[in-house]
């Protein structure tokens, strides 16, 4: 299954939401340790690529 291309509207959306900290951990975003937007639900389980079903996930998760 190809990953879903998440616009760019959509990435900043959800980083500015979470104030560019891991939603998860908690951890800010720092130069060298990038976060990236996540699906809550997989797309393979049904997850819709939408604001409410994206997070602010860390590397570490």
Do not use: W
């Not at 951890?27 to 976060?35: F, H, K, Q, R």
């Not at 639900?41 to 998760?61: E, M, P, Q, R, W």
């Amino acid at each position: 299954m190809s990953h879903p291309y998440i616009k760019v509207e959509l990435r900043r959306l959800v980083s500015d939401r979470a104030a560019h900290i891991c939603e998860y951990c908690l951890y800010p975003e720092v130069e060298g340790l990038s976060c990236q937007v996540d699906h809550i639900i997989s797309v393979k389980h049904g997850g819709a690529t939408a604001a409410d079903n994206l997070c602010y996930a860390c590397i570490f998760l």
